[in-house]
């Protein structure tokens, strides 16, 4: 396999089946579309030269999970983000939550009422189906 963790197939597989939950996540912590494309990539890029076993497909999962809920605390911590307007109103996925809800109505502008962790609480509980616990501390 050489010197990266994945085959190029492999890794194709992981980054169709997680990219969505991923992209995701990143932006109901940051509520920005280029800092979630980013984060998207780079967590994707520290899957693919990761050297870890998974002990299966939810060990992996996680594992990616918490990549991407660091990389975006390491953003929120860094001065460019902290100076960054944002606007408000952001065009996210074109598979957005209020498309995915059958209700229709704008959630984002509640979400924005909280916190970083409380949304990606929120988003993973909701429309992840992850129990809360997986992801304190």
Known sequence: MGKYA???????????????????????????VQFAEDITQEAFVKLFICSK???????????????????????????????LELKNETVAYTNTFEEDSDNKIDISSYLKQLNSEQRTAIYLFYFEGFSIKKFQG
């Open 6 to 32: 994945y085959s190029e197939t492999e890794f194709n597989e992981k980054y169709d089946k997680y990219f969505n939950l991923v992209y995701r996540t990143a932006y109901q912590y940051l509520f920005n």
């Open 53 to 83: 076993r998974f002990n299966n497909d939810e060990h992996e999962k996680a594992w990616l999970l918490r990549v991407t809920i660091n990389l975006c605390k390491n953003i929120l911590k860094s001065k460019s983000y902290q100076n």
